[in-house]
């Protein structure tokens, strides 16, 4: 097995070079049991609380879960929340490199107005050339109608469950809240997609003040299956151009972004730190046994990594860094946010991030007898101070949210967006919403297209 560094909060990828057999027999749901159950008891950050007499005889999935250590807020405060196992493993390893067959728009679902049980698709952003981009969708368009029937708690996800072609009904919503019902319908039908994370950039100049402006989506470093840093050396050229326009302020917008490669959160952090090549980054800690091989195998330096040096960092000329998050910012936003955290002070405007801090590998049969994909939590990300006090997620300095009403990407009106050009030059465009409306309008939400990213929960669809 070929280990390859990877991310949705750690991601150190286990994943495996392909077998070139074209006949292997599939492995019986007992081998793929006891597959699964090697590579956990190796593997999982807590193996020393796995069961020793697992049952052989349940279908891996339901193995898979009888081995973890689950989280419980009262019981088992710092266990597991995050590992799963994914019937394909060619699907789940081209899911974390950006590939999957979508429509090309990520939407969140939220219940309006208030109190009932009617839901609205709210329209985060649109991926160029995609089947929804070609229907006309746009960031903020809203929707309350698939196929003719109008979205409620109860019939959504049936509704939206579907990788067939959906016709969508769109409606209007006032400042008020108060919902419309439009006649536009738009038909999409998902296609394989390959996202391109590096999404939006610009610069403003407000007084003093050259600010540069960065939309993130996932940490991934090159297309799915490709080896040319098209997408981390995307990122470089963006910060160049920052450099050259002498920026002395920063906003990187991760709101939506769950995570990704270790690989290019150790990049992105390289072009903002105040750092040298030297310096450490973030540390990684895992189980004893994987520790006592690593160390005898490889030394110290393989729980640890270090910043790149970069011609394109612009840490000495930042007087301000603010990251836009969300409770969907997780994995890699915040290990980029930790790391970055000795170096310099940063602010974080939005909402609460998830609190990842444990980091999963992406393990996968050799032989591909085995069809089964896992993505066990294996490590616990430290910063160069061995802080990693954000297991329950860091609180932003200034709260804010975006509402359901959204503005293009850029626009100082964006609630986020505004919020951090007032911290930057003290110039106010949007009044500063408070925390407890921020709650209020997340309570509302019920699941967001985002959790079906790199590291995200899955728990959008049925099985």
């Given amino acids: 097995m070929k280990i390859k560094l990877f991310l949705a909060i750690l991601l150190t990828s286990a994943a495996v070079i392909s077998c070139k057999e074209k006949n292997v027999d599939p492995a019986t749901e007992t081998e793929t049991n006891q597959w699964i159950y090697d590579n956990m008891k190796y593997w999982y950050y807590w193996n020393d609380d796995m ?143 390959q996202e391109d994370p590096v999404f939006f950039d610009t610069l403003y100049n407000i007084g003093t003040n050259r600010i540069g402006y960065v939309v993130y989506h996932q940490f991934i470093p090159e297309p799915y299956q490709a080896d040319n840093k098209q997408y981390d050396k995307k990122l470089d050229a963006i910060f160049t151009k920052f450099k050259d326009a002498n920026v002395n302020a920063l906003i990187v917008d991760l709101r939506y972004n769950p995570g990704g490669y270790v690989s290019s959160a150790t990049n992105f952090a390289s072009l903002i730190a105040k750092a040298t090549a030297s310096d450490i980054f973030y540390y990684k800690e895992y189980n004893t046994e994987v520790t006592e091989t690593n160390m005898k195998k490889f030394g110290e330096t393989y729980f640890y990594d270090k910043f790149a040096s970069k011609s394109q960092n612009i840490g000495n000329q930042l007087n301000d860094v603010v990251f836009l998050v969300s409770s969907r910012s997780a994995s890699a936003s915040e290990l980029l946010i930790n790391g970055l955290k000795p170096y310099m002070n940063v602010t974080l405007v939005g909402g609460k991030t998830v609190g990842k801090n444990v980091g999963s590998v992406t393990l996968t049969d050799s032989k591909k007898k085995v069809k089964w994909g896992l993505q066990p939590i294996v490590s616990k990300s430290l910063n160069k101070d061995k802080k990693s006090d954000y297991s329950v997620g860091f609180t932003p300095d200034i709260a804010a949210s975006e509402g359901n009403l959204l503005y293009p990407y850029g626009n100082p009106k964006d609630p986020l967006l505004g919020e951090a050009l007032f911290k930057i030059t003290g110039n106010r465009i949007v009044r500063q919403k408070n925390a407890r409306t921020v709650q209020e309008e997340e309570d509302q939400e019920i699941i967001s297209t985002i959790s079906r990213k790199a590291g995200g929960s899955n728990m959008f669809y049925d099985k």
Avoid: C, H
């Avoid at 250590?69 to 490199?97: C, H, M, N, V």
């Avoid at 609205?120 to 006309?136: E, N, R």
């Fill in 51 to 193: 069961t020793t007499k697992p049952d052989y005889t349940k279908d891996p999935a339901s193995f898979f879960e009888s081995l973890l250590y689950k989280y419980d807020a009262t019981l088992r405060p710092d266990g597991d929340r995050f590992s799963w196992i994914q019937e394909s493993a060619e699907e789940l390893e081209a899911s974390l490199g950006g590939q999957s067959k979508a429509s090309g728009m990520e939407y969140k679902l939220t219940y309006l107005p208030t109190g009932s049980q009617n839901v609205i698709g709210v329209v985060l952003y649109v991926l160029p050339d995609s089947p929804a981009a070609k229907a006309g969708f746009k960031r903020g368009d809203i929707f309350n109608s698939i196929n003719d029937q109008k979205l409620t708690g109860s019939n959504y996800s049936k509704l939206l469950n579907s990788q067939e072609k959906l016709t969508y009904t769109l409606a209007t919503l006032s400042a008020d809240g108060v919902l419309t019902d439009g006649t536009t319908k738009r038909e999409v039908t998902p296609v394989v997609l």
